[in-house]
């Protein structure tokens, strides 16, 4: 059974930053990329960013860019997330995602975890 473990998120002050991780276990993940997503309350769930299986393609939604830092540990099956000043509307339950396609599109990840709250006060 695969399963997605966040951690890392809590109240943080604009400008402030937290580092959120996400372990991946239940079977070997092998050329999949992996990545965050993110829902505000009344707002859709939207892609963050994202990384290739090698590292070495990154996505970021314009947002964050500059901002965000997305890394991942093949060997121990982690994704990270980096978040440099946070603003206030980067508020929002974080999802850990895993998935073979990747990509911007939440269907095109087949492996979610339960979300990690992240809260930057004004």
């Known amino acids: 059974q695969v399963q997605l473990v966040e951690s890392g998120g809590g109240l943080v002050q604009a400008g402030g930053s937290l580092r959120l991780s996400c372990a991946a276990s239940?079977?070997?993940?092998?050329?999949?990329?992996m990545g965050w997503f993110r829902q505000a309350p009344g707002k859709e769930r939207e892609f963050v960013a994202s990384?290739?299986?090698?590292?070495?393609?990154?996505d970021y939604t314009d947002s964050v860019k500059g901002r965000f830092t997305i890394s991942r540990d093949n060997a121990k099956s982690t994704v990270s997330l980096q978040m440099n000043s946070l603003k206030p509307d980067d508020t929002a339950v974080y999802y850990c995602?895993?998935?073979?396609?990747?990509?911007?599109?939440?269907?095109?990840?087949?492996?979610w975890g339960q979300g990690t709250q992240v809260t930057v006060s004004s």
């Open positions: 239940g079977r070997t993940f092998r050329s999949y990329a």
């Open positions: 995602v895993v998935g073979f396609k990747g990509g911007e599109y939440i269907h095109s990840w087949d492996y």
């Open positions: 990384i290739s299986w090698s590292g070495n393609s990154k």
